[in-house]
């Protein structure tokens, strides 16, 4: 597709289950950006793909996320055993490297 | 890693007026500053970026200045209208192996009619 893409758009899960959120890179670019943004609040860093290189995995909460980057194109973000705190936005963004990032729609996630 | 602060957190100017937001950076290998505008339930879109080798970026009312020495930026909007209303975000990359973005709280642009 012409830009990123972010599914499911919306998600209500129920306390404690686990969640898998997916994001489909614009083709080629091998920067790959999972932020988070709770209502009014700026942008959360999560974690950072480039390339082949390991990921920057500094700005995850807890241990129950966890990011995967296959093939060094769609990404999954997973959130295991989720929290009310973990209601928010999750965006993904991709780029090429020392490039601008575009974004995607976004994950609004609702944990009840 | 990077740190930016990005100020003020709240704008307000009356529209027909500039509006100037500020960023710092900490790490000096820095090199690739973009701007990213987000209106309310919509997703941040780049709207101008700059780079370590030039000072100045225009692009129609916006504009971008990068002072490399002092390590900020700014975003500058002459004639404002209310569509740029927003929530404004700096980023700048880190340096070296670990180049991904870092972005600024955010400011949030008000403009009054």
């Known amino acids: 597709g012409a830009g990123v893409s972010q599914s499911p758009s919306n998600k209500v899960t129920e306390k404690g289950k686990d969640v898998e959120l997916r994001c489909d890179p614009i083709s080629g670019h091998t920067a790959l950006y999972w932020y988070r943004q709770s209502l009014g609040q700026g942008l959360e860093f999560l974690i950072y793909?480039?390339?082949?290189?390991?990921?920057?995995k500094s700005g995850l909460p807890s241990d129950r996320f966890s990011a995967e980057r296959t093939g060094g194109s769609v990404s999954t973000l997973t959130i295991q055993r989720t929290q009310q705190e973990d209601s928010a936005v999750y965006l993904c963004?991709?780029?090429?490297?020392?490039?601008?990032?575009?974004f995607g729609q976004g994950t609004r996630l609702t944990v009840v | 890693g990077e740190n930016v602060e990005q100020h003020p957190s709240t704008l307000s100017v009356q529209e027909g007026d500039s509006a100037v937001i500020k960023c710092t950076y900490s790490?000096?290998?820095?090199?690739?500053f973009p701007w990213y505008k987000q209106e309310l339930g919509k997703r941040p879109q780049l709207i101008i970026d700059?780079?370590?080798?030039?000072g100045e970026k225009k692009d129609q009312r916006i504009a971008v200045t990068l002072n490399k020495t002092a390590k900020h930026f700014s975003l500058h909007i002459t004639e404002t209208q209310p569509e740029d209303s927003a929530v404004y975000f700096c980023?700048?990359?880190?340096?070296?192996?670990?180049?991904?973005?870092?972005f600024g709280k955010g400011t949030h642009l008000i403009i009054q009619p």
């Open positions: 700059i780079r370590s080798n030039v």
């Open positions: 790490d000096s290998a820095s090199n690739y």
């Open positions: 793909f480039q390339g082949n290189s390991a990921p920057d």
């Open positions: 980023a700048a990359n880190s340096g070296g192996g670990a180049d991904g973005l870092t």
């Open positions: 963004a991709s780029s090429l490297r020392f490039q601008g990032a575009f």
